[in-house]
């Protein structure tokens, strides 16, 4: 198909970030990504880790993009996409709210996994804490969440792309940039997530891995 979106740089983390959800995912059975952008990822991972039934969510803007690689794909564990934002109006969390898994008798479980890349630095800070503020509402008990990107360390950039890449951003809308890892984990450990590992990635990004008590 030829009217897919179509991004080139996940084709080029897509397999250093599918070795980290393996193993972080490797008990997993429900995945909600936020923020799937054009769906290049969603059908990679989940077409590599069957297990899993992989949620994708986004804008509604994006929606369509998605659901053409979707259904070119046709994989058996990749349900519809759904809209889904972080909203700071009225209250701080996902605007609408994803519909939680369920387990066999029909109780609201959640979803025990959680994957997220590069968005905290394309929102606003409002929005990184809406973020956090929904993913209290959609977690499960002991879930896992992962979050790639770049990220500063006491306030430094970890590079000097990473440098013109913030002077990028904050050129292009003043709300986004790089953030800071400690304020990140902050916001995490407010909802009750404590990070377990923060995994190098090439090109100067990261993996942060957390796990709900």
Known sequence: MTDRPYSPSCDRNRDPI??????????????LEIGSGT???????????????????????YLPGIRAWLDEAALPNTPPPL??????EPAPGFAP???????????????????????LHIMGWPQVEAFFAGLATVLAAQA?????????YRGR???????????????????????????????????G????????????NRCLVWRRD
């Open 18 to 31: 599918l070795a980290v959800l393996r193993d972080q995912f490797a008990d997993r059975r429900e995945a």
């Open 39 to 61: 769906g290049q990822h969603a059908v990679h991972f989940a077409a590599a880790m069957p297990w899993l039934r992989w949620q994708c969510s986004d804008a509604a803007a």
């Open 83 to 88: 809209e889904l934002q972080a909203v700071v």
């Open 97 to 119: 709210a994803p519909p939680l898994p369920r387990g066999p008798a029909g109780d609201a479980r959640g979803f025990d996994a959680v994957f997220s890349a590069n968005t």
């Open 144 to 152: 896992s969440v992962v979050v790639y990107g770049p990220f500063n």
């Open 157 to 191: 950039y970890t590079s000097d792309s990473n440098r013109d890449f913030d002077g990028w951003l904050k050129a292009r809308d003043p709300v986004s940039g790089i953030r800071d890892f400690e304020a990140v984990d902050a916001l995490a450990a407010a909802i």
């Open 193 to 204: 997530v404590r990070l377990r590992e923060d995994i190098a990635m090439p090109a100067n």
